[in-house]
């Protein structure tokens, strides 16, 4: 299944009585409570919120980053509580350029579930009508299997390739944190070392993604090599570094992974290295 659907596609899907469950996963980093708020507003009918601080992160300890990964048993209890089963097909939206929904499209296909898409554009996209009655999630009645994070780089194993060089980091976020300037959500700023910048805006054109042979050229540019299994992506929590690697993914450059802690987990501890 490719990572994203049309509009025109989910609307025909919709139509089709196919089991779908729409997610709006709308956020703000700097107001957490800015996407519920724009969900109970407006969204497309039928839509769960899925809040990233409390549906796609676990808990934080001040060592393990801005929204840590939850454990493989806490997510497949949410899984079952937001009513996601196997033949459940996803489709994620947002409308920041499906930054957050590719964090859900990304926890679900790392674990197991193939029938996830994303809405390319986001809300700006959808041509059909908005409703603001909110929809509670219906929980699944079988429990969701419980599943690890398949393609997940821990932070050993990052600092490890520092001396290994095996993997290419690629780092999402702006160049301006890159280098350690305008740092507003983390104690400290730079980038690990060896990392490439690739901020994940690079992938857009307004807010729906280039096509699979811009995304493909631009990603084989950075890298000079279409070994994809060879690259870790991360960002400052672990949640554009999920847009790259499903850009990635959109240009048929497979099996790249996630470190999922990032620059927030990575800059916790002064003992690790920092390059500006």
């Known amino acids: 299944m490719t990572p994203l659907i049309t509009a025109n596609q989910l609307e025909e899907a919709l139509n089709s009585g196919e089991n779908v469950l729409l997610c709006d996963c709308r956020f703000d980093l700097v107001d957490p409570t800015t996407g519920q708020k724009a969900y109970l507003e407006g969204h497309i009918p039928g839509a769960i919120y899925v809040d990233l601080d409390e549906d796609l992160s676990g808990d934080k300890n001040g060592n393990n980053g801005r929204h840590p990964l939850p454990t493989p048993q806490a997510w497949a209890l949410t899984k079952s509580r937001l009513g996601i089963d196997a033949n459940t097909l996803v489709v994620a939206y947002d409308n920041q350029g499906s930054v957050y929904a590719s964090r859900l499209w990304w926890m679900l296909k790392a674990t197991g579930h193939t029938k996830v898409q994303v809405l390319d554009g986001g809300l700006?996209?959808?041509?059909?009508?908005?409703g603001n009655i909110p929809r509670k999630p219906s929980p699944s009645s079988t429990a969701?299997?419980?599943m690890p994070f398949v393609g997940l780089i821990l932070v050993d194993a990052v600092l490890k390739n520092l001396?290994?060089?095996k993997n290419t980091v690629i780092d999402a976020r702006?160049?301006?944190r890159f280098q350690g300037q305008n740092e507003t959500l983390d104690p400290v700023g730079g980038h690990i070392p060896n990392a490439l910048n690739y901020c994940f805006r690079s992938n857009l054109s307004g807010k729906s993604f280039k096509t699979p042979e811009q995304l493909y050229q631009n990603?084989?540019?950075?890298?000079?090599?279409?070994?994809a299994a060879e690259v870790i992506h991360q960002c400052g929590s672990g949640v554009t570094a999920c847009h790259n690697l499903m850009a990635m993914e959109i240009a048929g450059l497979k099996g790249s992974r996630l470190y999922a802690g990032s620059w927030s987990e990575w800059c916790a501890d002064p003992s690790r290295p920092i390059a500006l």
């Open 124 to 130: 700006d996209a959808w041509n059909g009508p908005i």
């Open 144 to 146: 969701a299997p419980v």
């Open 163 to 165: 001396q290994t060089k």
């Open 174 to 176: 702006a160049n301006d």
């Open 219 to 227: 990603f084989v540019g950075l890298l000079g090599t279409t070994k």
